[in-house]
Structure formats: C-alpha cells, structure tokens
DNA sequence: GCGACAG
DNA sequence: ATCTTGTCGC
C-alpha cells in the first residue's frame, strides 16, 4: 500500500457517514417534503379528537444499536393509555443532525402499520413525535417525516432547540425570561423572517421550554392547543409515557439476557 | 476556517 | 440518546 493510500483511508471509515448518503438523504427529505401539509386536516378540525398517539425511542448504553421503538395512544378526555407497543430493534444508521428520520423512522413507521392491522379501532387521529417537524433545517424533521410517510396527522415536540435561521437556545431563554416578557410561549422568527414554531414553558414550574413545531396536517395554534392538553408534565403525555414504558422495556429486556447468560 | 447541531 | 445521587420544594 503506497503512502497516499494510507492517508485516504482514514476518512472513508464507517463510523462515519458519507456526504454521498448525506445528499441522498437530502434528496429524499426534499422529494417528502413536496407532501408536506401545514394546515389543520384533521377529523372534525380536531374537535372530536379521541386517540393521540406518542412516539419514542430508547436505546441500550452498552450497545447503543440496540433499540426499543414505542408507541401508546391515549384517551385525549381521560388521558389513559389504552394501547401500548415495542419493537425491538438493531438500528446501524448513526445519528446525523438534521437527518434523525433516517435512524428513527423506520422502526416507528412499523409500529404503526402493525396498530392499524391489530388494533384498528384504537388507531391515532394524531401522532405527537419526540423530534422536530418543520423547525428543521431544510423545513422538514422527524415529525414531518413520518406524517407524511404514514398519512397522518403529528406534531414536533423538541426537547432541545435545533439551531436553525440564527435561532438560539440563549436567545430564546432570554425572551422567554428576559423582564417584560412574562409570557409562557413565544414564537420562533428566524432571521429570515420565517415562522419555525414556539418555545413553550409548558407548566408553571418549568424553566426549561419544549419547542413544538408543526408535523404535518396540523396548524401551529392547533399544535399548541393540543400540546397544552397533554402538558401534565413539561413533556406531552403521550410521548412521556412511551418514553417511560420504552426505557422500563429495555431494562425488563436487559434482565432476561442477564438471566440467560448467568444461568 | 471554526463552531453549532433534534435524538 | 445514555449515565446517576442527591437535593430542593410542596
């Protein structure tokens, strides 16, 4: 092997992901994204909402491969789980900012076809997602991606701020606390002008904002009003719930191979 | 050029 | 994402 080649080689390794896959990726979120509906186009304009569903994914810390996908639904009115399920996954695709559906949305688009052939009647009229919709850098994130690929109502909930049109987690921490601004939502204007989504303090007690953005088929004040619903926590139930359940089902799997393993 | 960067 | 104890407040 000549000198040069052993200094090519490094770069090519697959720990990393190559800009090929990148602008693949790109052309893929460009070609959903003409799907892409920012409207309410709901049942009954939402009104007679019942199932909102919430999606999630854990992943193990001593094999970060491995992963558990959740769903559960809720009873908008009472706020009971009336649905739960995992799938248990290997997931080789690594985490690139700004293309987290590549990694995530497989899993989570398997769960929900097999609701639809299980549990039909149960099925949500609407999916909150652990991810950004459109406050995305090319208007497009997880939440969007999977409305689209499964025809279905969802919203982003961010647990963090994706920097994106000059947008910071200061800048936002500082409007949200910065004296007059007593308010407990404030809208996210990019530089540019455009309308990415709001920094919410969704309870009282909560500093820290979540930052909902809408998914697909879903206005903003639609996605807010529903957010607010599901707030019993600083994190929308359903998707608190289906990270609960997703981590306890790790840990539950975790002890069967231990078992195995010591026996 | 460097840093920032959902989960 | 994941790790982990204490700690503060009602």
């Known amino acids: ?11 090519s390794e697959a720990s990393t992901t190559s800009s090929v896959e990148i602008q693949n990726w790109i052309e893929a979120q460009d070609l959903l994204k ?22 999630d994914i854990s992943f193990l810390k001593e094999d970060s491969s491995v992963a ?14 009336v649905y739960d399920d995992f799938s248990l996954a290997t997931v080789q695709v690594p985490y690139v900012p700004g293309f987290l559906a ?9 769960l929900l076809e097999r609701m639809k052939k299980r549990a039909p009647l149960l099925y949500p009229q609407l999916l909150m997602v652990d991810g950004n919709g459109i406050l995305h850098p090319r208007g497009f994130g997880l939440a969007s991606h ?23 987690q200061s800048s ?7 004296g007059k601004n007593n308010d407990s939502i404030i809208t996210l204007k990019g530089i ?10 969704s309870t009282v007690d909560s500093l820290k904002p979540i930052y909902v953005s809408i998914g697909h088929r879903v206005s903003l004040d639609t996605a807010i009003r529903i957010v607010k619903i599901t707030c019993t926590f600083r994190v929308p139930e359903p998707i ?19 078992k195995r393993t010591t026996s």
């Open 1 to 11: 092997m000549s000198e040069e080649e052993k200094q090519v080689k490094p770069y």
């Open 34 to 55: 003409k799907k892409l509906i920012k409207e309410d186009d709901l049942e009954g304009n939402g009104d007679d909402l019942k199932y909102v569903g919430g999606v």
């Open 68 to 81: 558990c996908g959740t769903l559960v639904v809720m009873d908008l009115q009472t706020l009971q789980v």
């Open 102 to 110: 590549f990694r995530e949305a497989p899993v989570l688009l398997e």
């Open 146 to 168: 999977l409305g689209v690929l499964a025809n279905l109502p969802t919203i982003g909930i961010g647990k963090n701020l994706h920097h994106v049109d000059g947008l910071t």
């Open 172 to 178: 936002v921490r500082q409007l949200l606390s910065d």
């Open 192 to 201: 540019s002008g455009c309308i990415w989504g709001v920094a919410m303090r």
């Open 240 to 258: 608190r719930q289906a990270d609960i359940r997703s981590r306890e089902y790790l840990r539950k799997f975790q002890m069967g191979m231990l």
